[in-house]
């Protein structure tokens, strides 16, 4: 049996101070997914409620499959409060995955498939994870030998699990060893932490992002309903389901509103397309690019995929003339822009009914309080521009780390999202910039601070400043702008090879370098990286 290891959130408080209204109140189902499974396989077993590659999963597959992965991970000495790490593509298995963890009370770690050796480590020793489920090779990577390297650094991995892999230790022998063995659930609470999911800071440093079982249940539910999402219907989900959006929509969505899941792998607009008319399909929640090529596919097939009602877009700039275009290539879909964080997922649900305010703001405030401030934490006049505090049931518990967690979030419960906007008087939330140093690259955060501290162990650098350029299909790209020590011939080639060899994910590989003798300063020396992106959007667009 493994020896019990200690949680970095042990200080958390459950509920957490700022949770306490909603602890009161009638706003959170005291219930995990896990419950909510049980209920509906009992209503309907043979309910088709995910759709993959391999074929249909029925509620009651689910279940089972849950079940004897939970009483094969109880007998390899797994407990309740362990952290288990997932880092698959859209694959039924994380459903599973993700299901025997509310089963057992596992805290589930999903972590993005692009991510390599520096991130994955960095995650999983922060959270101190016991065990990681990976595709044991995917797209030619081998996954496998990433994580036993990860495992050969960190005392606390006992286990490394495959999927869609061989041996014991895959995914597919866990579920048939486990259905030989009794399992017994255990009472698992409600609004204790079920999940620590990363997200990129201003920093650089990992911020473990921690929801309760409940806190994902009101976004899911309320999101469904404000997009009028009925039971029994099918949605797609073509956003990696290890990242906030994908993982509420696409896997717990399913269990909590009784709809149906179809994953997408890669995503490709054509597939879309052939996906979204044979299951008939209503909505999906997915960034930018997606809605731009769907839009084209559906226009070069001569189809409006009548089926399809609702296209919930965020995660990436989304440009005002997007949304008419896009919605005159749908017979019935009205696409609308959303705004959220993985730290309050979804603090507008967009205006689905309102194609003017749809296309030129990001959304309608529902369920959220927020509140527009300037620099000393004073609230603004409406229409006037500020930092974006929200508050709301469906906000996190808090970050694993304790002083993280003190600075995120005010005395009176607000989150400090860290990007500016501003708030019109009929409640529509319209994003105008960040304070926070990210770079938003097809819906991925990427952190700035991050990349320069790889290119900052070069030779041959100087100093350097990354930023945000515009991407055509992406949203945002990378540049990186390098002052090289004197004497030093280094090249872009040479400054990208170093990064790719630091271990980073290849989305952080600057796609851009700008080699210059100094940069725009404030009289105190601090950078200023407005200058910077103004500079390279102006070389961009030449």
């Known amino acids: 049996m493994n020896e019990k290891l200690s949680l970095p959130w042990e200080w958390l408080e459950i509920p957490a101070p700022h949770q306490a209204r909603f602890a009161a109140g009638d706003a959170w189902d005291r219930c995990t997914v896990a419950d909510q499974a049980y209920v509906r396989a009992g209503d309907d077993p043979d ?48 459903a599973v995955i993700n299901l025997a963890a509310a089963m057992c009370g596992f805290v589930i770690n999903p972590i993005v498939p692009i991510y390599r050796d520096h991130e ?32 050969a650094v960190l005392p606390g991995l006992k286990h490394v699990f495959t999927v869609r892999g061989t041996g014991p230790d895959d995914f597919a022998a866990l579920v048939e060893q486990g259905r030989g063995l009794a399992f017994e659930r255990p ?39 404000h997009w009028g999402l009925e039971t029994g219907e099918a949605t797609l989900m073509p956003s990696p389901v290890t990242h906030v959006s994908g993982y509420a929509n696409g896997l717990e969505a399913p269990l909590i509103c009784g709809t149906r899941t179809v994953l997408m792998e890669a995503w490709n607009a054509g597939e879309a397309l052939r996906l979204i008319e044979e299951y008939q399909l209503v909505g999906t929640v997915a960034a930018t690019p997606f809605l731009v090529e769907l839009a084209e596919a559906a226009r070069a097939a001569e189809t409006g995929i009548p089926s399809f009602r609702f296209f919930a877009c965020g995660g990436a700039a989304v440009p005002a003339d997007l949304i008419p275009a896009a919605n005159a290539a749908f017979t019935n879909c009205k696409a609308f822009r959303v705004f959220g964080a993985s730290e309050v997922p979804l603090v507008t649900f967009g205006w689905p009914r309102d194609e003017h305010l749809a296309a030129t703001t990001d959304g309608e405030v529902v369920d959220y309080d927020v509140r527009i ?44 999202t860290g990007d500016l906007g501003v708030m019109t008087p009929d409640g529509a939330l319209t994003i105008t910039g960040r304070k926070k140093d990210l770079i938003i690259r097809g819906g991925e955060n990427i952190s700035a601070k ?46 990208a090879a170093h990064v790719v060899a630091s271990g980073l994910a290849k989305q952080k590989i600057p796609e851009r370098f700008e080699f210059v003798g100094d940069f725009p300063r404030t009289a105190s020396g601090k950078v200023r990286k407005d200058m910077l992106r103004a500079a390279v959007r102006d070389l961009v667009s030449d």
């Open 373 to 416: 401030v300037d620099l000393e934490d004073r609230d603004v006049p409406v229409g006037s521009e500020g930092e974006i505090l929200a508050r709301g049931p469906g906000m996190m518990m808090g970050y694993a780390d304790q002083q993280q967690t003190a600075e995120a979030i005010t005395t009176d419960g607000y989150f400090r």
């Open 450 to 495: 991050e990349i320069e501290d790889v290119l900052h162990t070069h030779d041959a650098v100087k100093e350097a400043s990354v930023v945000a350029m515009p991407h055509e299909r992406l949203g945002e790209g990378v540049c990186a702008y390098v002052i090289l020590l004197e004497g030093s011939d280094a090249d872009a080639a040479a400054l």
């Open 47 to 94: 309910f088709v409620c995910m759709i993959d590659g391999t074929g249909h999963y029925t509620r009651a597959q689910l279940v089972e499959e849950a079940e004897a992965l939970s009483a094969s991970l109880y007998a390899r000495g797994l407990r309740m409060g362990d952290v288990i790490a997932f880092q698959t593509p859209n694959w039924r298995e994380a």
């Open 187 to 225: 009472a698992v609470d409600p609004l204790g932490v079920k999940m620590v999911l990363y997200t990129s800071g201003t920093t650089g440093r990992p911020k473990g992002v921690l929801h309760s079982h409940v806190t994902i249940q009101r976004i899911v539910r309320e999101s469904g309903a």
């Open 120 to 151: 994955v480590t960095m995650m999983l020793g922060d959270c101190r994870a016991s065990a990681i489920f990976v595709p044991e090779v995917y797209r030619k990577f081998d996954y496998a030998a990433m994580a036993r390297r990860c495992q």
